[in-house]
């Protein structure tokens, strides 16, 4: 009998030190089938944002920042994948200030459920403007064409926030592009540098709304750079993209919305590249936490 407990004990020792670490509690645990790299009892207290209160900027409670402001929006708009709760505020710590960069497919991999959300709400929304044109006398061809455009929706470009050079030499690698990244390798949509940060702001913890806002104002622009424009160019015209067809679909990266000073300030330069290279341009957000 103490032979078989001894055994079993043995057994269950090398089952122990034979499953994965959890790369959110760092502990050796069973792996959920959902998200890989997160154990079961990790995965099943994520706090996903499933269904967005706002339909400005994501939040599944109610926003009073989007409520009181009369000042247009220059996003579509922001859908985040969790809330950003203690758990989360600790994960993305170990990710984008402590260099954990084994975090990046797995938090790409969440990101991904707010882009599947994103499109799903796209492909309704044009589902029902092409209802709301059946009884009007619209083109044959021009109706097909937006019944195509509701089954297949899909962004253009991702175009990642960009940081500081101080940042960037502070941490070694940007956050945002290596999420559009992860996200450009499940989706294949492309990425692409449109935009450049024009001088360096002091951390956003601690500030105020307005604060943030007024340092964000002028912090982006875009990229003018010939290699760059030549590759949108290129995109536009492989996308068979005709002036007063289609607006481009892009959507923005980051890590995580707050005010959404930093995700405005950036949709406010990339109508204004896009608008100086002839396009027009729908632009959306994708974060990976809403706080």
Same mark, same amino acid.
């Given at each position: ?18 499953? !994965? ?5 760092? *502990?050796? +645990? ?8 997160? $154990? ?16 400005? $900027? ?11 402001? #009369? ?42 459920? +707010? ?10 929304? #044009? ?16 109706? *097909?064409?937006? &019944? ?6 899909? +962004? ?33 949509? !492309? &990425? ?6 024009? #001088? #360096?702001?002091? *951390? ?88």
């Amino acid at each position: 009998m103490k032979s078989l407990m001894s055994w079993v004990k043995q057994a269950r020792l090398l089952v122990a030190v034979s499953l !994965p670490e959890c790369q959110f509690c760092l *502990k050796k +645990a069973a792996p959920s089938p959902e998200l890989p790299g997160v $154990c079961r009892s990790c995965y099943q207290s994520i706090p996903w944002i499933r269904t967005p209160r706002c339909q400005t $900027c994501g939040r599944p409670v109610g926003c009073p920042d989007c409520s009181r402001s #009369h000042s247009p929006v220059p996003i579509r708009c922001n859908r985040s994948a969790v809330s950003y709760t203690s758990t989360m505020r600790e994960i993305l710590g170990q990710y984008k200030y402590r260099g954990n960069e084994r975090l990046t497919p797995i938090l790409g991999l969440m990101l991904d459920r +707010a882009y599947a959300m994103l499109q799903q709400e796209q492909r309704e929304r #044009h589902r029902s403007l092409t209802r709301s044109h059946q009884g009007r006398s619209t083109p044959f061809s021009l109706f *097909k064409r937006k &019944q195509r455009l509701s089954a297949q929706w899909q +962004a253009d470009l991702l175009v990642p926030v960009p940081v500081s050079a101080a940042r960037l030499a502070e941490r070694g690698f940007n956050q945002a592009e290596q999420l559009a990244g992860a996200l450009t390798r499940r989706r294949g949509v !492309p &990425q692409l540098p449109l935009l450049v940060r024009t #001088h #360096h702001t002091a *951390k956003q913890s601690f500030k105020s709304r307005s604060e943030r806002l007024a340092d964000m104002k002028h912090a982006f622009t875009g990229n003018t750079d010939s290699a760059v424009l030549q590759t949108l160019r290129s995109h536009v015209d492989a996308s068979s993209l005709q002036p007063g067809q289609r607006p481009l679909q892009i959507v923005l990266i980051d890590d995580i919305y707050t005010t959404g000073s930093t995700i405005r300030a950036c949709a406010e330069a990339l109508q204004q590249l896009c608008g100086s290279q002839g396009y027009t341009a729908e632009i959306y957000a994708l974060t990976w936490a809403r706080s």
